[in-house]
């Protein structure tokens, strides 16, 4: 397996002349694992994947703020298009499923799905750099875009014209193409995750129509990138909170700062512990490591993106520092006065404790193998099983039966 090559599991490779093309890490792993599980669905998850890496490279660019000058982020998007739909109707003997699993239940009651146009901006966790690209949370937008392929494929099969569906990932500014400087390192000092919080929601605010009419965004964070989304929501556009909703994974270091020498340094210790557990033993990350480098490497040169020189790498290390100890310091999410719906592990080790585990089993859940949401002020969380705090966004299964779905829409649409 190799960043040049398509899984062997798919289609041996073809002699050719041409130039192959460059693939993301997720799309190999991803690729190959989905292949091993439903073989029946592999062609079509290729084209899916095919097209994410297609519009992501093409797509990826820099953002430099105007309200801090010096600081920037790289970014990209990916955009669900009819024509990706009736790529998918190439496929044959489909069959009529709907794609209704149990993640439905614990993923909140989401609002505006009618809106003309959804936008969905993910923020990645911390990572020390050059990773924390736009392409770091690449696993949340595979999982995103394949979940939204519905609000396209049901459009197009009931004869109406679809919504304008978009899926944007953003990177740190301490990851590649990214840029940080003296001032941005003292305002994480100062003000803690909040000063990415205005970074981008600088950038949001640009994307969004000025009215804020017939939009849907949603702002999903994982770990550190969770803590993000929801402070970046109070600095958007009025008109434009309206319409936001937040989904929060596994969110860190969002404890008081009166509880750092507690909750802080859990944290610390469970993320270091399990970042060394999952390169010891974790083959999927191993894989992805393998193929992070040379992945960054190439992307770099065909987006002319220029090598960090070495002040810069010493201010990408001081700024990745300084989150660090915000992650350890606390920033507390607003659950009281903000509406999200907050997603976290049982076991998740920067945040277990006994009480919550005990809280959890006393609760319990109406059906088997299902978990209690607990209100916080006007927030909802739900755990769900998870043995680290990393996870992947793996659902073959769901992922399976949304492919059948979109493939049907498709050739129903055709008259197939």
């Known amino acids: 397996m190799n960043l040049e090559q398509s899984a062997e599991t798919i289609e041996p490779q073809k002699e050719s002349q041409e130039k192959p093309k460059l693939h993301t890490p997720y799309y190999e792993v991803t690729l190959k694992e989905f292949a091993e599980a439903h073989p029946e669905k592999a062609e079509a998850m290729k084209t899916v994947l095919d097209e994410i890496d297609k519009q992501g490279i093409k797509n990826f660019d820099v953002f430099r703020s105007e309200a801090m ?4 982020f790289s970014h990209t998007k990916l955009t669900i298009t009819p024509e990706l739909i009736n790529k998918l109707s190439k496929n044959s003997n489909v069959a009529e499923t709907e794609p209704q699993a149990k993640e439905d239940d614990v993923e909140g009651k989401e609002e505006k799905t009618d809106a003309k146009r959804q936008d969905y901006f993910l923020f990645t966790a911390f990572a020390p750099p050059p990773d924390g690209h736009a392409f770091t949370v690449q696993d ?20 109406e014209k679809p919504p304008e569906v978009n899926v944007h990932l953003l990177g740190a500014p301490t990851g590649m193409g990214g840029a940080v400087t003296e001032e941005w390192i003292e305002n994480i000092k100062k003000n803690g995750l909040d000063a990415h919080a205005k970074l981008y929601s600088e950038f949001i605010n640009g994307q969004e129509p000025e009215n804020g009419k017939d939009v849907h965004v949603v702002l999903q964070g994982v770990s550190k990138g969770a803590v993000v989304a929801e402070k970046t929501s109070k600095y958007l556009s009025e008109k434009l909170q309206k319409n936001t ?8 270091g969002e404890h008081e700062q009166k509880e750092m020498w507690t909750k802080g340094k859990q944290v610390v210790q469970g993320l270091a512990a399990e970042t060394l557990w999952r390169m010891v033993a974790d083959s999927k990350m191993k894989d992805l490591m393998k193929l992070g480098g040379p992945f960054a490497e190439k992307l770099a040169e065909e987006k002319n993106i220029p090598k960090d020189g070495n002040e810069q790498k010493k201010l990408k290390l001081k700024a990745a520092l300084a989150e660090g100890l915000a992650l350890f310091k606390g920033s507390p999410l607003n659950t009281e006065n903000t509406r999200s719906f907050i997603r976290r592990g049982i076991y998740d080790p920067l945040t277990f404790t006994p009480k919550r585990l005990f809280d959890i ?4 859940g109406k059906e088997k193998g299902s978990f209690p949401m607990f209100q916080k002020g006007r927030s909802l969380e739900v755990p769900f099983k998870s043995l680290g705090h990393f996870f992947f966004y793996n659902r073959f299964d769901r992922w399976n039966k949304i492919l059948g779905y979109s493939e049907n829409a498709a050739e ?3 008259g197939a």
């Open 140 to 159: 949340v937008a595979i999982d995103r875009y394949i979940r939204l392929l519905p609000r396209v494929a049901g459009a197009l099969k009931r004869g």
């Open 69 to 72: 000058p010096g600081v920037a």
């Open 361 to 364: 089993w006393r609760k319990g």
């Open 245 to 252: 909703q937040r989904l929060l994974d596994n969110p860190a």
């Open 412 to 414: 129903k649409k055709n």
